[in-house]
């Protein structure tokens, strides 16, 4: 009878993991076969995936009807993010075009020792995080060219990834204007002020850590040599096809105060992308009177056919041409099909019980203070990897605990902290989920190439560990 017991449980269990295991499977032969994340069919994985966990929820008495509204209700939530990926696209080839980002790639030649580049780019990014709140911005904006420029000076480019991640993580993780800095608390039952000042306590040894780690590397890296000669051949290159005059530089500051003054994700890449075009329009005439000779096209066609299908800017010099390439919205089709299909299995690991049978198994081991904060941190990590989504891993985990730490005596602040330190930053380790997909299609990696480098997202959730392990800064409730 125990037997029997027991193997219905091992059947249960291995049943509610079902999904999961043949996800990461697919995906494991998916980089086995195309040696790339970003190159197999993770969309068909995902949805065979949800197809397997469909059959086990029916069977086990859930009704098709409420598996597919969990399936809308899942793609509906990442309306938002798939608006923004949609506008970025645009935003991105509209800023070469206009010269913006040529102008950013110019200029930080000249100024950028290559020898401090990686901790330089670390920081610069981490100051453009925190004063716009948004890790994607960061990456689509000064990101593209910092990653540019690496390429030039011979530096890893999976090295310069993981520092510009590093370096936009912190932001989007500190900044008052972050929408994880705000969600976290608010699901906590924490408040914002004393979320962010109880974060620092972890967040600032770990931006620490992996500046010194930037630091370090920098200093023995050996670049590739790039002669005088070559990097004349290239600024000239840039410079002889756009204009690059300082006050390119006007627009990116105006963004950034429109995001400091609350103006909607949305709106304030909107307007970012459509006066780019008038910049384009404005200043670097001379380059589209030469694309409308070469395309057959007139201005209108050539602006649009930037927002829509990338920038189509021949230059004789094939390194300049590269790293001016980009797709426009079209080129973000890809990674929207990934959302969704991503976000459709989040909806049948959600509205099939699957989630909820592993909540449970999760609680069931945590007691101790200890015990709590780490199965907060691994719940995090866990939903990053099902879910796909970076905001669920810090919604259901913080709904999940947020009655079990003030009965354990911890004040909300420690909840917030943690789904923070493990769910906001490790999004973007996991190749399926979107911050991954994103970041991977902006800055032209396999995330496999920067995931090693990504030192502060790697080292957060480790740092929120030990401090629960040595009971540091765990905050108790006032009696």
Same mark, same amino acid.
């Given at each position: $009878?125990?037997?029997?017991?027991?193997?219905?449980?091992?059947? &249960?269990? #291995? =049943?509610?993991?079902?999904? !999961? /295991?043949?996800? @990461?499977?697919?995906?494991?032969?998916?980089?086995?076969?195309?040696?790339?994340?970003?190159?197999?069919?993770?969309?068909?994985?995902?949805?065979?995936?949800?197809?397997?966990?469909?059959?086990?929820?029916?069977?086990?008495?859930?009704?098709?009807?409420?598996?597919?509204?969990?399936?809308?209700?899942?793609?509906?939530?990442?309306?938002?993010?798939?608006?923004?990926?949609?506008?970025?696209?645009?935003?991105?080839?509209?800023?070469?075009?206009?010269?913006?980002?040529?102008? $950013?790639?110019?200029?930080?030649?000249?100024?950028?020792?290559? &020898?401090? #580049? =990686?901790?330089?780019?670390? !920081? /610069?990014?981490? @100051?453009?995080?925190?004063?716009?709140?948004?890790?994607?911005?960061?990456?689509?904006?000064?990101?593209?060219?910092?990653?540019?420029?690496?390429?030039?000076?011979?530096?890893?480019?999976?090295?310069?990834?993981?520092?510009?991640?590093?370096?936009?993580?912190?932001?989007?993780?500190?900044?008052?204007?972050?929408?994880?800095?705000?969600?976290?608390?608010?699901?906590?039952?924490?408040?914002?002020?004393?979320?962010?000042?109880?974060?620092?306590?972890?967040?600032?040894?770990?931006?620490?850590?992996?500046?010194?780690?930037?630091?370090?590397?920098?200093?023995?890296?050996?670049?590739?040599?790039?002669?005088?000669?070559?990097?004349?051949?290239?600024?000239?290159?840039?410079?002889?096809?756009?204009?690059?005059?300082?006050?390119?530089?006007?627009?990116?500051?105006?963004?950034?105060?429109?995001?400091?003054?609350?103006?909607?994700?949305?709106?304030?890449?909107?307007?970012?992308?459509?006066?780019?075009?008038?910049?384009?329009?404005?200043?670097?005439?001379?380059?589209?009177?030469?694309?409308?000779?070469?395309?057959?096209?007139?201005?209108?066609?050539?602006?649009?056919?930037?927002?829509?299908?990338?920038?189509?800017?021949?230059?004789?010099?094939?390194?300049?041409?590269?790293?001016?390439?980009?797709?426009?919205?079209?080129?973000?089709?890809?990674?929207?099909?990934?959302?969704?299909?991503?976000?459709?299995?989040?909806?049948?690991?959600?509205?099939?019980?699957?989630?909820?049978?592993?909540?449970?198994?999760?609680?069931?081991?945590?007691?101790?203070?200890?015990?709590?904060?780490?199965?907060?941190?691994?719940?995090?990590?866990?939903?990053?990897?099902?879910?796909?989504?970076?905001?669920?891993?810090?919604?259901?985990?913080?709904?999940?605990?947020?009655?079990?730490?003030?009965?354990?005596?911890?004040?909300?602040?420690?909840?917030?902290?943690?789904?923070?330190?493990?769910?906001?930053?490790?999004?973007?380790?996991?190749?399926?989920?979107?911050?991954?997909?994103?970041?991977?299609?902006?800055?032209?990696?396999?995330?496999?190439?920067?995931?090693?480098?990504?030192?502060?997202?790697?080292?957060?959730?480790?740092?929120?560990?030990?401090?629960?392990?040595?009971?540091?800064?765990?905050?108790?409730?006032?009696?």
């Amino acid at each position: $009878m125990k037997k029997t017991i027991l193997s219905e449980g091992i059947t &249960k269990n #291995f =049943l509610t993991f079902l999904p !999961i /295991i043949s996800l @990461i499977s697919m995906l494991l032969i998916n980089l086995i076969t195309f040696e790339n994340t970003m190159s197999g069919p993770n969309q068909i994985a995902l949805l065979i995936s949800a197809g397997i966990g469909c059959i086990i929820a029916y069977n086990r008495g859930e009704s098709i009807k409420k598996i597919l509204h969990g399936m809308i209700d899942s793609v509906h939530s990442s309306s938002n993010a798939i608006i923004i990926l949609l506008i970025i696209g645009g935003l991105t080839s509209s800023w070469i075009l206009s010269g913006i980002v040529p102008a $950013m790639i110019y200029y930080g030649i000249e100024l950028i020792n290559p &020898k401090y #580049f =990686l901790l330089t780019t670390c !920081i /610069i990014c981490a @100051i453009v995080s925190i004063s716009t709140g948004s890790s994607w911005t960061t990456a689509a904006t000064i990101g593209i060219a910092l990653i540019s420029i690496s390429e030039l000076l011979g530096i890893p480019k999976g090295l310069v990834a993981g520092a510009i991640i590093s370096g936009a993580y912190f932001g989007d993780k500190m900044s008052p204007l972050s929408e994880t800095t705000n969600l976290a608390p608010s699901v906590s039952g924490s408040n914002l002020i004393e979320h962010i000042k109880y974060m620092t306590h972890t967040t600032i040894p770990t931006i620490f850590i992996t500046l010194i780690l930037f630091f370090l590397i920098g200093l023995n890296s050996k670049q590739q040599s790039v002669s005088f000669d070559e990097m004349n051949m290239f600024l000239e290159a840039i410079k002889s096809k756009f204009y690059i005059g300082i006050e390119l530089f006007i627009l990116p500051l105006i963004v950034i105060a429109l995001i400091y003054n609350r103006v909607s994700a949305q709106k304030t890449l909107l307007i970012g992308m459509m006066s780019g075009l008038v910049i384009a329009y404005l200043l670097q005439k001379e380059l589209i009177q030469e694309i409308n000779l070469y395309t057959d096209s007139n201005t209108f066609i050539t602006l649009a056919k930037t927002i829509l299908t990338g920038t189509n800017i021949q230059i004789e010099h094939e390194a300049v041409n590269n790293l001016l390439s980009k797709h426009g919205v079209f080129g973000m089709l890809w990674i929207i099909l990934l959302v969704i299909t991503a976000m459709v299995f989040g909806g049948v690991m959600h509205k099939g019980g699957f989630l909820k049978e592993i909540t449970s198994l999760i609680l069931s081991k945590a007691s101790s203070h200890i015990q709590i904060i780490q199965s907060t941190a691994g719940a995090c990590l866990f939903f990053n990897i099902t879910a796909c989504d970076q905001y669920l891993a810090i919604v259901i985990p913080g709904r999940m605990f947020k009655e079990i730490y003030p009965e354990h005596n911890l004040h909300p602040t420690n909840l917030s902290r943690t789904i923070e330190d493990a769910g906001t930053v490790t999004s973007v380790l996991v190749p399926w989920n979107s911050c991954a997909a994103y970041h991977a299609e902006i800055l032209s990696i396999n995330p496999v190439a920067y995931l090693p480098y990504c030192f502060f997202n790697i080292i957060s959730p480790f740092m929120t560990l030990a401090f629960a392990y040595f009971n540091i800064r765990i905050k108790k409730n006032e009696k």
